[in-house]
Nanobody, 119 residues
Framework: QVQLVESGGGLVEAGGSLRLSCAAS????????MGWYRRAPGKQRELVAS???????NYADSVKGRFTISIDNAKNTVALQMNSLKLEDTAVYYC?????????????WGQGTQVTVSS
């Protein structure tokens, strides 16, 4: 079984920074893509940023220039550095992993971590 454990959420003032981390454990196989999604109150879950196992990144327009995603393949960990946080960044952030295990593609979600940005 694969587990994704997130950490680093919390309360921060607007303009501040937070760093989220997601550690994957278990039979990881090969990392295809890992990413961060978020769900704000009353809104649908949306992609924030993703990164392939080879380091190709993708960002939502709303976070470009403020957030940076990185991956440590040796530790099976993905991090999201969030700078210049805005009120609208308040959401539950979820880690996602798309893996190839025994030739099959598998998708996993973390339990979510709350990020609250205050004025």
């Amino acid at each position: 079984q694969v587990q994704l454990v997130e950490s680093g959420g919390g309360l921060v003032e607007a303009g501040g920074s937070l760093r989220l981390s997601c550690a994957a454990s278990g039979n990881i196989g090969r990392i295809n893509v890992m990413g961060w999604y978020r769900r704000a109150p009353g809104k649908q879950r949306e992609l924030v940023a993703s990164i392939t196992g080879s380091g190709i990144t993708n960002y939502a327009d709303s976070v470009k220039g403020r957030f940076t995603i990185s991956i440590d393949n040796a530790k099976n960990t993905v991090a999201l550095q969030m700078n210049s946080l805005k009120l609208e960044d308040t959401a539950v952030y979820y880690c996602n992993a798309d893996l190839t295990i025994d030739y099959y593609s598998r998708n996993y979600w973390g339990q979510g971590t709350q990020v609250t940005v205050s004025s």
